[in-house]
């Protein structure tokens, strides 16, 4: 049972739009900052956004990150079938003094 | 540029110590915390624990204290997680991971370590 949570599965078509989900508490998301990766199957997470709504370099402005409360999302506009992965969510936790992960979300671009 | 490239995989019987590295480059490998996340087959993934190069402070996630060891030596730049006593329960990917310097969340991530442990 993962300290965030996320839902398992997402989906969209090409050129929809999607928001995926990160529900947290006062310990990690309501007190700082959220980051986003995506996983592409294979490889390594690579990090999509930092700092709620920061993108690193390189990243396509379809990604865009928010937050609000003990809750985050990532939305991802524009979808294309590259886009298809598995999503992270993460946050630093003052209770357990570490990084704590969402689940995941697997996203399926029909 | 940033890069973490890790050590190749391995494969190991039950009982056996290992242990894995992380070479950073690119950066100031002492002004960063480096960790380990863990991602088992099929699964999410899990957060071990970091170490601050500097001066070797060491945090663990609670669920992987006790069960590995994680050190660091920053005359080679080189992080590295260790294992006594391997248990087939270990069997996963694991990833080395640079933490950002103000908020202390994986920034950059190496290419991971496939360790199959077999009993």
Known sequence: ?110 | EVQLVQSGAEIKKSGESLKISCKGSGYSFTNNWIGWVRQMPGKGLEWMGIIYPRDSDTRYSPSFQGQVTISADKSISTAYLQWSSLKASDTAMYYCARHSESTVIPDYWGQGTLVTVSS
Do not use: H, M
Not at chain 1, 2 to 11: E, F, I, M, R
Not at chain 1, 12 to 37: A, D, K, L
Not at chain 1, 53 to 82: C, H, M, W, Y
């Open chain 1, 1 to 110: 049972q993962s300290v965030l949570s996320q839902p398992p599965s997402a989906s969209g078509t090409p050129g929809q739009r999607v928001t995926i989900s990160c529900s947290g508490s006062s310990s990690n998301i309501g007190s700082n900052y959220v980051y986003w990766y995506q996983q592409l199957p294979g490889t390594a997470p690579n990090l999509l956004i930092y700092r709620n709504n920061q993108r690193p370099s390189g990243v396509p402005d379809r990604f865009s990150g928010s937050k609000s409360g003990t809750s985050a999302s990532l939305a991802i506009s524009g979808l294309r079938s590259e886009d298809e992965a598995n999503y992270y969510c993460a946050a630093w936790d003052d209770s357990l003094s570490g990084v704590v992960f969402g689940g995941g979300t697997k996203l399926t671009v029909l």
